[in-house]
């Protein structure tokens, strides 16, 4: 099963200009993401995918593989879909460019299992542990079958009950594997589905357009960095090990 890693950094963020770039005690956020992703893949597999020269250059300058898409995508995953016309591959493992500390262990897990489940989009889970997550907007919660199959998956609290407490829940881990043929589906939607733009949540698009995504249990180490606030919390993780 051949496969490619392919890191989305777009430089336009709404919420966050310029964050692929962002320093992060002396390395890019986007150095540190592609740094954690060659601990588990040949770097020969690993591509940054970038609407913006300067991101090129950067990347250019560190040895790192990187393909210039267009300005217009209007999701990280459009953006692997153009990848998907210039690098062939059975699978594509989207890495988010805003994770930094990831566990690497994530990635070997994700590939391990392409050829069990051969075919079927794949995406991460972690426990929720405390109720500032289990409320944060910031955080996809993910709700699931017992198999694995995803249900739904909203920044919203669910599950939830009639308390409306935190008793347990789920959120997302940024780590995906599309198959190249549900790739090219997504992209043909012409747009977001109408779940996705409510919830702005991409991978709803593939349950929107009848494909099954499959849940993996990876780590609970990632740090999504939406907004500049966020980075708070990844400095003080690097202070603990570096």
Same mark, same amino acid.
């Given at each position: 099963?051949?496969?490619?890693?392919?890191?989305?950094?777009? *430089?336009?963020?709404?919420?966050?200009?310029?964050?692929?770039?962002?320093?992060?005690?002396? @390395?890019?956020?986007?150095?540190?993401?592609?740094?954690?992703?060659?601990?588990?893949?040949?770097?020969?597999?690993?591509?940054?995918?970038?609407?913006?020269?300067?991101?090129?250059?950067?990347?250019?300058? !560190?040895?790192?593989?990187?393909?210039?898409?267009?300005?217009?995508?209007?999701?990280?995953?459009?953006?692997?879909?153009?990848?998907?016309?210039?690098?062939?591959?059975?699978? =594509?493992?989207?890495?988010?460019?805003?994770?930094?500390? $990831? /566990?690497?262990?994530?990635?070997?897990?994700?590939?391990?299992?392409?050829?069990? *489940?051969?075919?079927?989009?794949?995406?991460? =889970?972690?426990?929720?542990? /405390?109720?500032?997550? *289990?409320?944060?907007?910031?955080?996809?919660?993910?709700? $699931?079958?017992?198999?694995?199959?995803?249900?739904?998956?909203?920044?919203?609290?669910?599950?939830?009950?009639?308390?409306?407490?935190?008793? @347990?829940?789920?959120?997302?881990?940024?780590? *995906?594997? !599309?198959? $190249?043929?549900?790739?090219?589906?997504?992209?043909?939607? /012409?747009?977001?589905?109408?779940?996705?733009?409510? &919830?702005?949540?991409?991978?709803?698009?593939?349950?929107?357009?009848?494909? &099954?995504?499959?849940?993996?249990?990876?780590?609970?180490?990632?740090?999504?960095?939406?907004?500049?606030?966020?980075?708070?919390?990844?400095?003080?993780?690097?202070?603990?090990?570096?």
């Amino acid at each position: 099963m051949s496969y490619i890693v392919v890191i989305p950094a777009r *430089y336009k963020s709404t919420r966050f200009p310029g964050k692929p770039l962002t320093d992060i005690n002396g @390395k890019s956020m986007l150095l540190r993401t592609y740094e954690q992703c060659m601990k588990a893949v040949d770097p020969s597999l690993v591509y940054v995918a970038t609407e913006d020269q300067r991101i090129v250059d950067h990347c250019e300058s !560190f040895g790192i593989q990187v393909l210039l898409t267009s300005d217009d995508c209007l999701t990280g995953t459009d953006r692997i879909a153009e990848v998907a016309d210039l690098v062939k591959a059975d699978y =594509y493992i989207n890495v988010q460019g805003d994770e930094p500390l $990831f /566990n690497p262990e994530d990635i070997s897990k994700v590939i391990s299992l392409l050829d069990t *489940y051969s075919g079927d989009i794949l995406n991460g =889970y972690c426990a929720i542990d /405390n109720d500032h997550q *289990y409320r944060s907007v910031s955080v996809p919660k993910v709700v $699931f079958r017992p198999d694995g199959r995803l249900l739904y998956m909203s920044r919203s609290a669910i599950p939830g009950n009639k308390a409306v407490a935190f008793v @347990k829940a789920w959120r997302q881990v940024c780590i *995906y594997a !599309f198959p $190249f043929e549900a790739l090219k589906a997504f992209a043909a939607s /012409n747009g977001k589905t109408p779940l996705e733009a409510e &919830e702005d949540i991409e991978i709803l698009r593939f349950l929107e357009l009848g494909y &099954e995504v499959r849940m993996l249990e990876l780590s609970s180490e990632s740090v999504a960095v939406d907004n500049p606030e966020d980075l708070g919390e990844v400095l003080a993780r690097l202070n603990e090990v570096e």
